[in-house]
């Protein structure tokens, strides 16, 4: 392996004890940081994903609320309990886990958060915030892959960043991140013709596409950055990437692994998006 990995475990780690030691000073101020989750239905990966952000909350010394509800909710429920927890002092942040079932309207559950505790950064007031270049809440995972460039010292300015794959919550937000550091950006996608027209051009390659070993060495320019976005199965059960690891890692100049990449990044930006937020409402 000629690339040199980015190890998102060691650096997640990092970022939480400087967390830990932010929550301490605004305790020593009377507030504790406060996330709800909530959670609806059965689906074992977002229990999983839950049951690990009431986990780090604890390690980090803030606290947390899971509500739980049955697939079945009707969706005026699930309104009336955010509209509760937007009007409870001791939560900053509130998480609505996705995906949600098919009779609730996603968009509708998003908008009824608060801005000023939407964590996820997916409120269209935090996403138009963010795209204007205005303090918001930055979505967690595109959040954590720019960390990742910034604590590895990768400068972004003036690179060339392909990002493959165009969903809300990863893709079309860290093009913005991305733009917002004076990069130049491609979006590729699903309909786009010779991809690898594209990425081989890139300093910085974003995989988001959540397809096994999608992107090979062929895609990839000697030297360039590969963060790896996928978390997928590949068809003994094993957790990978949407890069075919052995091969890219062999060309690239950087590379992000799967496990121990982008994904320990993610909830540790939830944190400090919650930490944010009980911060900045001491002056609201
Ligand atoms: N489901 C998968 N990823 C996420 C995320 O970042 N936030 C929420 N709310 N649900 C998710």
Wanted: with cysteine.
């Amino acid at each position: 392996m000629t690339a040199q990995l980015i190890n998102g475990k060691d650096i997640a780690a990092k970022k939480r004890v400087e967390i830990a030691k932010e929550v301490q000073i605004l305790k020593g101020n009377g507030i504790t940081p406060g996330l709800a989750v909530i959670l609806v239905g059965n689906n074992d990966a977002s229990k999983t994903y839950v049951r690990n952000k009431e986990k780090a909350c604890q390690e980090l010394g803030m606290n947390s609320l899971l509500i739980e509800l049955a697939n079945g909710v009707p969706e005026q429920e699930l309104l009336a309990k955010i509209e509760e927890l937007n009007d409870d002092p001791a939560i900053h942040g509130i998480l609505v886990q996705l995906p949600l079932p098919d009779h609730i309207d996603e968009r509708k559950v998003i908008e009824t958060i608060s801005p000023l505790k939407d964590v996820d950064g997916f409120h269209p007031i935090n996403i138009g915030r963010m795209m204007t270049g205005q303090n918001a809440f930055l979505p967690c995972t595109p959040y954590g892959i720019m960390v990742l460039l910034d604590e590895t010292g990768i400068t972004v300015e003036g690179k060339h960043v392909v990002i493959v794959g165009r969903s809300n919550i990863v893709g079309k937000p860290v093009g913005q991140l991305f733009l917002n550091q004076n990069a130049t950006v491609t979006y590729c996608h699903s309909k786009t013709k010779d991809l690898k027209l594209h990425t081989r051009q890139a300093d910085i390659v974003v995989a988001a596409v959540g397809i096994p070993n999608f992107i090979t060495a062929d895609h990839i320019k000697e030297g360039a950055v590969v963060i790896d976005v996928g978390i997928n199965r590949n068809e003994a059960g094993k957790l990978c990437g949407d890069v075919k690891f052995d091969e890219v890692s062999e060309k690239a100049g950087f590379i992000t692994p799967v496990p121990k990449g982008v994904g320990p990044m993610t909830i540790t930006m939830l944190m400090y998006n919650t930490l944010k937020s009980a911060a900045e409402s001491l002056n609201q």
